[in-house]
């Protein structure tokens, strides 16, 4: 519990709820406990905390209105879109209360000839394609979850998905957004215009977590459908050889739309379940999907075909119409969820390796499986280096859940010693934050904590996310930065 | 500058690396100001700690193509020129990712990752000696951003010394990261305003296998514009789409020899990809636009370097009285509406080239000072009243005085300076020059 309600009155709760209600009318507010349950965690559930309230917000100005009341009252808050979050950003404060956008859900503008949509940020990834496909146009970042996840919670985390190595990701496809400032100020950042003038903050929002604001609307760009789509399945019997032939298709010149890779263990279980026409003998497959104008694809095929040879694939299924080509895809997505068929509880790690370190990352994984006695399954989007590497685990033998998130860890450490990252696409959240200075030091958190002043310098919106250790910030107008002596020594910063 | 403080400066970096300048008429200062050339990132980091120490205003220079760019400083002492900060750290050639000092001049950097068949897919003007720090702090790009994107697209990772001296790094070494705040994507067109730009890691590409380009003229921006509206609807998947008035062909016509039909509206199209591909859709371009009653050329190998070159060059202009360079931003639809705007301007001779499928406008104006002010003035109102903006990019000293170059920079304004003081607290980088 933070100090400042400490000194709240007793009946300050019901007093805030009352103001809640006055913004947002009854049906804006969640007090029930049973409630409010459901919002205790996003998909990462090892961690729980329940708010105080929740917040149903329907428009920016009842957004700002419950920032300021925050502001004024030192509540922290959570931004909160479908909760399919997998590193706990949208796990609540303590004493906080959850701002959830699923209420604001239009779809504002659909703008074909400029290929711009305009959406609120609850709208669902997937309604995005579906308000577009009859004009041949689609949003191209397809994280796993695009049924359900929502383009508010993709801008939050930068999402990615299975094309992202030749069409980007979340980043790529954001122009503008209107956001409410931990202040309640609500501004505009970028628009339907390339290239527009003053600092690229919008580059900022999207992938800081929630940390920065809460997103009210949002600018997509949108991308015509190719002409034509291939995809091949190729089978293996080492996952190295699965490895080494996406980095023979990229040195030949060829950028597949999306490049996946599933080990034996994984490729079996979901065979089980999917029936999604995997090899299950195989010791890995390497899904590789082309796509563009016809001739290009058609130009490219013999060249991946001659690749795969090369690296002695056994066998290359090349899906024959669009129901298979969704049957191959249909199993890689299910990759996560059929895991709880195999093994009581599993862990998504969510790593980033140089390609070229494929295969001896690999082994070290092998190597950390052996020596903590947990299964790992590995599905990752090859072609960029991301690594899902699946940590299986049952929650009911004791210590068990400690040994998987430790083994876990250890696969971090991996990656950032190879040169990688410790987060492809889910987030740092709150699981990860132990990790951060793994990758950036002092100077470097300290940058990005002056960043993170300057948005937020009460340190209320989503607090304890992302970074190690918390730090304070100096409110803004209280010292003169310039004659400050420390600074002025170039002893220190301030924050 | 006080000759202690120069003295300062040459026992930390050496005599042959400080020297003085008689001003710099681009940037709009007329006193002399002192050139410092770090040789390496740990130098940089100790001159930015002397010049807090001393409260002295630091210009940063890559190799100088683009310093008229924004307002005249309020303040300069130090330009930090970065042209010595110029390795190679490593062509990771089979990740597709390359670092370097930023200092590097692109052309440099892209022969040695020609050696393995890649390049970095950015081809802003200056081509030959622009820096990569330069190309990142101005975000300068060119007619492949339709299909590549712009150094917010590409770079990935980048190392900056802050105001104070600190060195910190964003980003990483790997394509796909989100750990930590995107800062790669601030610092790109933060004009030197928030540090000085040391180091950068970008994603590359394949150099394609074929390249073609077809070369269209229309009788007005009108059936030009049509025409972009249905090639950006089509499933072709091109590299460039440029849109010009006469006179900017004719220029490029003239400097490089080329026998190009500079009458009317003209789109220049290219495409690259594998041989078969490319030919398949240059077919596809060439139906689209006899449609539009468009009537081209297809320009062979040699031929299309040298007008994309020509392009680049162009576009890179010169300084200079009597001139004002600008960019517009645009919906893809409103881009023949500012051609349409330009051609209306009286008493200038106007150059107007568009990033067409990007909605992306650069337009030279030559005239008197009066009706040089007048014409940007127009120009802007216009964009404005479309939901865009128009940069006043270069200008002689009198118009900057008179505008406001950036224009309406929006409901972040106030952000953006906060950000800045707390970057650069004491305002020593660039100050007035940009946010």
Redesign the interface.
């Known amino acids: 519990m933070s100090s400042q309600q400490k000194t709240k009155s007793p009946t300050w709760k019901r007093e805030f709820e009352r103001k809640l209600v006055h913004i947002l009318g009854a049906d804006g507010v969640i007090s029930y406990e049973d409630e409010l349950i459901a919002y205790d965690s996003d998909a990462l559930t090892g961690y729980r905390v329940k708010p105080i309230f929740v917040v149903l917000p329907k428009t920016s100005k009842e957004v700002s209105n419950v920032i300021k009341l925050c502001y004024e009252e030192g509540i922290p808050y959570v931004p909160r879109g479908a909760g399919t979050g997998l590193s706990g950003g949208a796990l609540p404060t303590e004493e906080g209360i959850v701002i959830s956008l699923t209420r604001m859900n239009k779809i504002l503008e659909v703008d074909i000839p400029n290929q711009r949509v305009v959406v609120e940020p609850g709208v669902v990834n997937i309604w995005v394609t579906n308000a577009v496909s009859a004009n041949d146009y689609y949003y191209a970042p397809d994280p796993s979850s695009q049924i359900v996840c929502t383009i508010g919670g993709n801008v939050a985390e930068n999402s990615g998905g299975v094309h992202c190595l030749k069409y980007g990701v979340t980043t790529n496809h954001v122009l503008g957004v209107e956001i409410v400032l931990p202040d309640g100020e609500i501004i505009e950042l970028g628009g339907k215009t390339l290239d527009n003038p003053g600092y690229d903050l919008l580059g900022l929002i999207v992938g800081s977590e929630g940390l920065l604001g809460i997103v009210t609307k949002v600018t997509l760009r949108i991308v015509k459908r190719p002409e034509s789509i291939k995809t091949l399945l190729a089978s293996f019997d080492k996952i190295e050889q699965a490895g080494a032939s996406v980095s023979g298709i990229t040195a030949r010149g060829v950028i597949p739309a999306g490049m996946e890779i599933m080990d034996g263990l994984c490729l079996k279980s979901v065979e089980e379940v999917v029936g999604a026409g995997y090899p299950v003998n195989a010791g890995a497959i390497l899904l590789v999907e082309l796509d563009g104008p016809t001739a290009e694809v058609n130009a490219e095929t013999p060249i991946v075909m001659e690749v795969l040879r090369q690296n002695n694939a056994l066998e290359v299924k090349v899906a024959k119409d669009d129901k298979e080509r969704n049957l191959f895809w249909k199993g890689r997505k299910s990759a996560f969820p059929v895991m709880g068929r195999i093994s009581p509880d599993y862990y998504v790690q969510d790593g980033v390796i140089p390609r070229s370190k494929l295969a001896k990352v690999l082994e070290e994984i092998k190597g950390l499986s052996k020596k903590y006695g947990l299964k790992v399954a590995n599905v990752f989007h090859a072609g960029d280096g991301n690594l899902h590497p699946l940590v299986l685990y049952d929650a009911s033998n004791e210590g068990e859940t400690g040994k998987a998130l430790e083994l876990a860890g250890d696969i971090l450490k991996v990656c950032v010693d190879s040169g990688g990252s410790i987060t492809g696409e889910h987030g740092v959240g709150y699981d990860k934050k132990r990790f951060l200075s793994l990758m950036f030091n002092e100077e470097d958190l300290d940058t990005m904590n002056l960043i993170r002043c300057t948005f937020d310098y009460k340190g209320l919106c989503n607090p304890g996310k992302v970074f190690p250790t918390p730090r304070t910030c100096v409110e803004p107008g209280t010292k003169s930065y310039r004659e400050h002596p420390i600074q002025k020594a170039g002893l220190g910063d301030m924050y | 500058m006080s000759d202690s403080l120069i003295n300062s400066l040459s026992a930390m970096l050496g005599n042959d690396n400080v020297s003085i300048e008689s001003g710099c008429l681009v940037l709009g200062v007329s006193k002399p100001l002192v050139v410092v050339l770090p040789q390496n990132i740990e130098q940089v980091s100790e001159v930015m700690?002397f010049a807090?120490?001393e409260s002295l205003a630091v210009i940063p220079r890559g190799s100088g193509t683009k310093m008229g760019l924004g307002n005249n400083p309020d303040r300069a002492d130090l330009i930090l020129c970065t042209e010595k900060l110029d390795a190679v750290v490593e062509h990771?050639?089979?990740?597709?990712?390359a670092t370097a000092e930023c200092g590097i001049t692109l052309d440099k950097l892209q022969d040695v990752l020609k050696e393995q068949?890649q390049f970095l897919p950015i081809d802003p003007s200056h081509g030959y000696k622009t820096t990569l720090g330069g190309i990142i702090a101005t975000?300068d790009?060119g007619s492949l951003r339709l299909r590549y994107?712009?150094a917010?697209?590409l770079l990935i990772g980048l190392r900056?010394v802050?105001a104070?001296?600190?060195?910190?790094?964003?980003g990483?070494?790997?394509?796909?990261?989100?750990?930590?705040?995107?800062?790669?994507?601030?610092y790109?067109?933060?004009l030197g305003t928030?540090g000085i730009i040391v180091e950068a890691t970008f994603r590359l590409?394949?150099?394609?296998?074929y390249s073609r380009t077809y070369l269209a003229s229309f009788v007005s921006a009108d059936k030009c514009q049509e025409t972009v509206?249905s090639i950006?609807?089509?499933?072709?998947?091109l590299a460039s789409l440029d849109f010009f008035n006469s006179s900017v062909l004719k220029s490029i016509a003239k400097s490089t020899e080329l026998d190009l039909n500079s009458n009317g509206y003209s789109l220049a199209v290219r495409v690259m990809?594998?041989?078969?591909?490319v030919?398949?859709?240059i077919s596809q371009v060439k139906e689209i636009c006899s449609k539009n009653g468009g009537r081209g050329v297809l320009l062979g190998d040699k031929e299309e370097e040298r007008f994309w070159l020509g392009l680049r060059k162009f576009e890179g202009g010169s300084d200079g009285s009597g001139r004002a360079l600008c960019?517009a931003?645009?919906?893809?639809?409103d881009v023949a509406k500012v051609f349409n705007s330009v051609e209306r301007l009286h008493e200038v001779k106007t150059y107007a080239g568009a990033k067409a499928g990007?909605?992306?406008v650069n337009i030279l104006i030559e005239g008197e000072d009066e009706t040089l002010l007048e014409s940007v003035t127009h120009l802007r109102n216009f964009c404005d009243s479309v939901?865009?903006?128009l940069?006043v990019q270069r200008a002689p000293e009198e118009i900057k005085t008179k505008i406001d170059v950036?224009?309406n920079?929006?409901?972040?304004?106030a952000?953006?300076k906060?950000?800045?003081?707390?970057?650069d607290?004491?305002n020593l980088l660039n100050p007035g020059r940009f946010?």
Do not use: C
């Not at chain 2, 950006?232 to 998947?237: G, I, K, R």
């Open positions: 700690r807090s120490r990771a050639a089979s990740d597709l990712t068949n975000n790009s994107g712009t917010r697209e900056v802050r104070d001296g600190s060195l910190f790094k964003g990483s070494k790997v394509v796909k990261n989100v750990s930590g705040y995107d800062l790669p994507k601030l790109v067109g933060s928030l590409y394949p150099i394609p296998e509206i950006m609807n089509s499933n072709l998947v990809s594998v041989e078969r591909a030919k398949d859709q960019k931003g645009v919906l893809i639809e990007n909605g992306i939901g865009g903006y940069v950036w224009g920079i929006g409901s972040g304004t952000l953006m906060r950000l800045k003081s707390n970057l607290p004491m946010i």
